[in-house]
């Protein structure tokens, strides 16, 4: 049975889109049927992290009606991936219908996929909460930063109250080690339970790293390569404790419901 997890941020610049494109590789790397959808409509850039030129994107789906099937594109390891599109002006506040719609249409999808990841836009949009709100777990992406925090803590507030989100997966990132990771975590979450009945479990830490902002660069993300490094086995440990975390309830539109 297919199933979703979408990657969330509070503010940009935390490393939301870099973890979504390794943790679908990872889950690709280990054996499982992975699709990629981009969500940040018009202003999408998981291709670039990718390597990949995509020939088709949301808007063919959305506006030339093409199928979702013929609108993914191949990526490493496997992997297969639909693009919001970059540099769309059309795509930028698409309206409550178009949304649902494109949810709908991953419903084809689910013979032959086993997990979906998602890489919602960042910050508590109504397109943000409308595709984390849809999925049965929820990623949300924390540095150990002030303005993090509040910006985080400002998402889970609005997909609690406006979708009733109720279970929240945390990684860390940008971190020294997972003593560091654990600190942020808890200090995190001793603000959320003070003021939202939520629940959230920590689910690892992605290491501060040269190399993955080199991997960036380059356009080649770490997890492509089969070395045994301390980034590769940070994301192998956060997609097995994303994989066993509490599943959220969503309600209304959903993917593969």
């Given at each position: 049975?297919?199933?979703?997890?979408?990657?969330?941020?509070?503010?940009?610049?935390?490393?939301?889109?870099?973890?979504?494109?390794?943790?679908?590789?990872?889950?690709?790397r280990?054996?499982?049927?992975?699709?990629?959808?981009?969500?940040?409509?018009?202003?999408?850039?998981?291709?670039?992290?990718?390597?990949?030129?995509?020939?088709?994107?949301?808007?063919d789906?959305?506006?030339?009606?093409?199928?979702i099937?013929?609108?993914?594109?191949?990526?490493?390891?496997?992997?297969?991936?639909?693009?919001?599109?970059?540099?769309?002006?059309?795509?930028?506040?698409?309206?409550?219908?178009?949304?649902?719609?494109?949810?709908?249409?991953?419903?084809?999808?689910?013979?032959?996929?086993?997990?979906?990841?998602?890489?919602?836009?960042?910050?508590?949009?109504?397109?943000?909460?409308?595709?984390?709100?849809?999925?049965?777990?929820?990623?949300?992406?924390?540095?150990?930063?002030?303005?993090?925090?509040?910006?985080?803590?400002?998402?889970?507030?609005?997909?609690?109250?406006e979708?009733?989100?109720?279970?929240?997966s945390?990684v860390?990132?940008?971190?020294?080690?997972?003593?560091?990771?654990?600190?942020?975590?808890?200090?995190?979450?001793?603000?959320?339970?003070?003021?939202?009945?939520?629940?959230?479990?920590?689910?690892?830490?992605?290491?501060?790293?040269?190399?993955?902002?080199?991997?960036?660069?380059?356009?080649?993300?770490?997890?492509?390569?089969?070395?045994?490094?301390?980034?590769?086995?940070?994301?192998?440990?956060?997609?097995?404790?994303?994989?066993?975390?509490?599943?959220?309830?969503?309600?209304?539109?959903?993917?593969?419901?």
């Amino acid at each position: 049975m297919a199933t979703s997890i979408a990657v969330a941020s509070g503010k940009g610049g935390v490393g939301k889109t870099s973890i979504a494109v390794n943790l679908a590789l990872t889950l690709s790397r280990q054996g499982s049927r992975v699709v990629l959808f981009d969500a940040d409509f018009g202003l999408a850039n998981s291709h670039i992290l990718l390597g990949v030129n995509p020939k088709k994107t949301a808007q063919d789906i959305l506006i030339s009606k093409t199928p979702i099937k013929e609108s993914l594109s191949p990526g490493p390891l496997g992997l297969k991936f639909l693009s919001g599109g970059s540099g769309l002006t059309e795509l930028l506040n698409l309206e409550v219908k178009a949304r649902y719609e494109l949810i709908r249409s991953f419903d084809s999808l689910a013979e032959t996929t086993d997990i979906l990841v998602v890489d919602v836009p960042a910050g508590a949009s109504d397109s943000s909460i409308t595709f984390s709100a849809a999925v049965d777990r929820l990623v949300v992406i924390l540095v150990g930063e002030p303005t993090s925090f509040m910006d985080a803590y400002t998402f889970i507030k609005a997909a609690s109250l406006e979708a009733g989100v109720e279970k929240f997966s945390v990684v860390v990132n940008m971190v020294e080690d997972e003593k560091q990771g654990l600190q942020h975590f808890s200090k995190f979450q001793a603000i959320v339970n003070r003021f939202l009945d939520v629940k959230l479990s920590y689910c690892g830490h992605v290491p501060f790293s040269h190399r993955i902002r080199q991997s960036v660069v380059q356009r080649k993300p770490i997890m492509i390569t089969k070395q045994d490094t301390v980034e590769s086995r940070a994301f192998m440990g956060v997609a097995k404790s994303v994989q066993t975390s509490p599943k959220s309830s969503p309600r209304g539109v959903v993917f593969f419901n």
